[in-house]
């Protein structure tokens, strides 16, 4: 016997039953977008890992220590599976030249990958959701894809999450910060941890992110970026906020939040819960006007969100919120493999009427008798089970059977536990199992 090959480490599987609850949050997600106008974008999982380093910025955790990148053995190209997606949009927004008739309002989802240590929530391959408006300069779109976000999570029914904003102001405005915030860490050197040493010149700013316990008083009393900004920076800001109370969306000011990518600036946010453990943010994003100048095209205003969608899941679980099941409308059960031909094109007619139904499979020895067919019928969780038997068949018809309990067709005045339905007239018994 061959030698058993596995999953990578950090990389799952989604079978059924859970593959259920992935279809049912994108259904709802396509649904929520196409409710606000927003379109899908579908991009490579692939990408050059220039568009990396620029975009995300050399010193940033993603491009130090997370990528998995590798040389393209036939031509040497230095490429990267994508860790996140909004460079990506970028470089086909470009590439495509979706903005050159005005602004777009684009979602994608699919899967990223990050090398760093699996945990609950948090895997080597992970799956995002993202929503990116290009080509817009104002902060009603900043407020409308938080409002979008609030919307999915009423949508969902779940609660417990938290809005954290903060603005990062405009580059000069970071520079002037960047140099305060330098010199308060150097007369607290002693305090800084190794991470925080090696940042302390190139990206002080992700600093202020530490999860180590023993800095937090340090970072608490640093110099506040709030404090840097120009009038624009905070006009823009405090319609932001304005627009968040309009709404009625209650917000914290988190001055310490700064995200973990260079390419932010003015309005950055996070919704956040305590329910995932250390895995707290499901949904975050921002304004990241200069990113598409980074990646070589002209200046365009943008903003947009991700939000990891196994945390999601994680918490729909969490909180008791994942949906039902699906099950079939009905499981054929049929005692002999010679009425097949008769069978299966019935059964064709059904699914395109609309309903769904699970036929019993034959196996080695035929269709096996009518208790095992029903056992299987009844672990299917369908409602009904059709019956195609000698009898039935040769009357031309098929018995209806409940298997969930007595019901009544209240509108024809008969009971379910058995009914006679024939053959031909499929629309009329398709009415049936589909209106009880």
Not at 171 to 177: F, I, K, Q, S
Not at 231 to 260: C, K, M, Q, T, W
Not at 423 to 430: G, I, N, P, R, Y
Request: glycine share 10%; aromatic share 8%; with cysteine.
């Amino acid at each position: 016997m061959a030698e058993k090959i596995s999953a990578v480490k950090g990389m799952n599987d989604i079978a059924p039953p859970v593959s259920a609850h992935w279809e049912w949050l994108e259904e709802q997600l396509r649904g929520l977008m196409r409710r606000y106008g927003y379109r899908n974008l579908r991009t490579p999982i692939v990408e050059p890992t220039a568009l990396f380093v620029r975009g995300l910025g050399q010193v940033t955790d993603i491009v130090e220590k997370e990528m998995y990148s590798f040389e393209d053995r036939l031509n040497g190209e230095q490429l990267t599976l994508r860790p996140e997606n909004t460079a990506g949009v970028v470089r086909a927004a470009i590439e495509q030249s979706l903005t050159y008739d005005g602004g777009k309002r684009l979602y994608y989802m699919g899967p990223m990958f990050r090398h760093e240590r699996p945990q609950r929530g948090r895997y080597r391959q992970f799956h995002q959701f993202g929503v990116e408006a290009l080509g817009f300069a104002g902060p009603d779109v900043d407020a409308e894809l938080i409002v979008l976000a609030c919307d999915l999570w009423a949508a969902l029914g779940l609660s417990g999450i938290a809005l954290e904003i903060n603005s990062l102001g405009q580059p000069h405005e970071r520079l002037a910060h960047r140099a305060s915030l330098i010199a308060y860490l150097e007369g607290h050197a002693e305090q800084l941890d190794e991470d925080a040493r090696r940042r302390l010149h190139t990206n002080p700013l992700r600093i202020l992110d530490t999860k180590n316990p023993l800095m937090q008083d340090l970072v608490n009393r640093a110099p506040r970026l709030m404090d840097h900004l120009g009038p624009e920076s905070l006009h823009h800001f405090n319609r932001l906020r304005d627009l968040l109370d309009a709404h009625g969306i209650a917000y914290h000011i988190n001055p310490r939040l700064v995200r973990g990518m260079d390419y932010y600036n003015l309005s950055v946010f996070e919704f956040v819960t305590t329910q995932l453990g250390s895995q707290g943010t499901v949904c975050a994003g921002g304004r990241y006007d200069g990113l598409f100048e980074q990646i070589g095209g002209k200046s365009v205003p943008a903003v947009g969100w991700a939000l990891g969608m196994e945390r999601i899941l994680e918490l729909l679980k969490e909180q008791g919120r994942l949906p039902v099941q699906p099950t079939p409308d009905a499981y054929a059960v049929v005692t002999d493999t010679g009425s097949l031909p008769r069978v299966m094109p019935v059964l064709r007619s059904l699914r395109q009427a609309g309903v769904s139904v699970q036929m019993h499979a034959c196996g080695p020895e035929g269709m096996g008798s009518m208790k095992s067919q029903f056992k299987k019928a009844d672990a299917s969780g369908a409602r009904f089970a059709l019956i195609f038997g000698p009898s039935e068949l040769e009357q031309g018809a098929v018995a209806i059977k409940s298997l969930r309990g007595p019901r009544a067709v209240a509108d024809q005045g008969e009971a379910v536990q058995q009914l006679l339905k024939p053959l031909a007239d499929v629309e009329s018994w398709a009415a049936t199992l589909t209106a009880i």
